[in-house]
């Protein structure tokens, strides 16, 4: 009696360890793809952005989008979003993911928090000289990914180290 006893409560537990490594390992891949897709959407926003195709830039923004800019303030809408991004960003700056810097959190229901840094680099001289700290909110509705929120802040002059690290080697 007690070796049945055991042996059944041995194959619940291995059930019970089964279901939950499953669980975990279905909970890792839906937070895998979701940084995939979060990643690939960073890369369609900010090649839009780095080419001045505003047209597609517009795409990802609610109409009603919250920019909070440490240095430029507050915008509350999806025109003046775009309008700032042609007036100061095009074809005169371009932006760098720090791929490292990136992390994405589910939001239940709703979509994604997006984190990082970048750097920015002035086109006419071709160096980097500024960094940021970003967060933006993705919302999934309807089948498509626009942001409601961005925060953008922390902005600084790259040191010396950091220009150097980004310079072109010799030879390389």
Aim: aromatic residues 10%; negative net charge.
């Amino acid at each position: 009696m007690m070796y049945r006893l055991a042996s059944a409560t041995a194959a619940a537990l291995t059930m019970m360890l089964s279901l939950s490594a499953a669980a975990a390992a279905t909970d890792e891949s839906a937070e895998a793809q979701l940084t995939r897709t979060i990643t690939a959407l960073d890369r369609k926003v900010f090649d839009a952005y780095n080419q001045c195709d505003l047209e597609t830039f517009t795409h990802y923004f609610v109409p009603d989008v919250e920019f909070y800019h440490d240095k430029g303030g507050v915008t509350f809408d999806r025109a003046s979003v775009v309008e700032n991004t042609r007036k100061y960003i095009c074809h005169k700056v371009r932006r760098e993911l720090l791929p490292a810097s990136l992390k994405v959190y589910p939001i239940k229901d709703y979509g994604a928090i997006e984190e990082g840094e970048h750097r920015f680099c002035e086109l006419a001289s071709g160096k980097c000289e500024g960094s940021a700290r970003f967060l933006m909110i993705w919302q999934h509705k309807d089948g498509e990914w626009r942001m409601t929120r961005v925060v953008s802040y922390g902005h600084r002059a790259l040191t010396d180290e950091e220009k150097a690290a980004l310079a072109p080697k010799p030879g390389g």
